[in-house]
């Protein structure tokens, strides 16, 4: 297991758009569908994100970021970080972290 986090992004995206996600970002991604924080009628994509690849966590969020920057009018709507580990396998985690950006 490695870098644990979320993206929800500002729309749902095409098997296209899916594609060249999988392809840019470093760390294994699922796509699912939510919807937005801040409008419950709007679906969009959320992709959950487990990187084992990056050497830390900055870099697993900063490349998951690039690769949605790269696909036109799709914005990220939300970024959760839930606890991660700390030095050894067995140390305890810490709080979740949750941010939310706006979509324009």
Same mark, same amino acid.
């Given at each position: 297991m490695g870098y644990v986090f979320s993206l929800v992004l500002s729309r749902e995206i095409t098997e296209d758009e899916m594609t060249t996600l999988k392809a840019?970002?470093? /760390?294994?991604?699922? !796509? /699912?569908? &939510?919807?937005? @924080?801040? +409008?419950?009628?709007?679906?969009?994509?959320?992709? &959950? !994100? +487990? &990187?084992?690849?990056? @050497?830390?966590?900055?870099d697993a969020i900063e490349s998951a970021l690039a690769a949605v920057t790269e696909l036109p009018e799709i914005r990220v709507s939300e970024l959760t970080v839930p606890g991660q580990p700390v030095g050894d396998e067995g140390a305890e985690a810490k709080e979740p972290v949750a941010a939310a950006a706006g979509t324009d």
């Open positions: 840019s970002c470093t /760390g294994a991604a699922e !796509f /699912g569908t &939510d919807v937005l @924080p801040t +409008d419950t009628e709007v679906t969009v994509t959320r992709m &959950d !994100f +487990d &990187d084992a690849v990056s @050497p830390t966590l900055a």
